[in-house]
């Protein structure tokens, strides 16, 4: 069965740093692709980036990119110059046949 | 603004109830997924419909059911409703039914006392 697993429930980081957050999964699929969301304080699911499993470039989307290692089945986003918005609750996200979210990690942003 | 929309924001009921919960998509959008999301917890895919037939099936209660109408928009219904069925329930949707992005609503947010 699929599975995600972020196992850093809560990270922190300083103003203008560079975070890193992990994401590991398992699948039998071949096909399928990934994410990562952010939900801040008002609960709503905001995208942040995605990745074709096919695809073997890395994602980038401004400050946000993410380091795919599929024979690692691996999947971190990496957030650069970090900001105070970007405190929230990041999701990384399986979907394939079926869709599996982590269990989330919580971002603080240290002035 | 996902440009999905979600009603009621928020509902309170007792338990034993019913009730209704419902989703319009994004323009265009033909594929609907609802979400459940416990306090503190990550996201647990329920159901999706695709251009009104359902498309995939996940962690949905017996007690819970759900439907797309022709003209897109889906509602989820739960019924003998429990206290651990509070919960943020989400929609989203997505163009197509394979492996697109999905767009989330802002979700409702479901109180049983």
């Known amino acids: 069965a699929q599975t995600v697993t972020q196992s850093q429930p809560e990270m922190s980081v300083q103003e203008a740093e560079t975070v890193t957050l992990s994401c590991t999964y398992d699948t039998s699929e071949s096909d399928y692709y990934l994410f990562w969301y952010k939900q801040p304080p008002s609960r709503q699911m905001i995208l942040v980036i995605r990745?074709?499993?096919?695809?073997?470039q890395n994602a980038t989307e401004n400050r946000f990119s993410v380091n795919f290692q599929k024979a690692a089945k691996s999947f971190s986003l990496k957030i650069s110059d970090s900001q105070l918005g970007d405190a929230a609750m990041y999701f990384c996200a399986y979907q394939g046949n079926q869709f599996y979210f982590g269990t989330g990690t919580s971002l603080t942003v240290i002035p | 603004d996902s440009g999905v929309t979600q009603t009621p924001k928020h509902l309170i009921t007792a338990t034993g109830q019913r009730v209704t919960l419902r989703c319009s998509p994004r323009s265009g959008d033909l594929s609907v997924y609802w979400y459940q999301q416990s306090l503190d917890q990550g996201l647990q895919f329920l159901i999706q419909y695709y251009n009104g037939e359902e498309r995939a099936k996940g962690n949905i209660l017996e007690r819970f059911s759900a439907q797309q109408f022709p003209d897109l928009h889906s509602e989820l219904n739960l019924s003998s409703l429990e206290l651990g069925d509070s919960a943020l329930y989400f929609c989203?949707?997505?163009?197509?039914?394979?492996?697109?992005?999905?767009?989330f609503g802002p979700g409702t947010r479901l109180l049983v006392l």
């Open positions: 990745q074709e499993a096919y695809k073997q």
């Open positions: 989203a949707s997505s163009q197509g039914s394979l492996q697109e992005t999905q767009y």
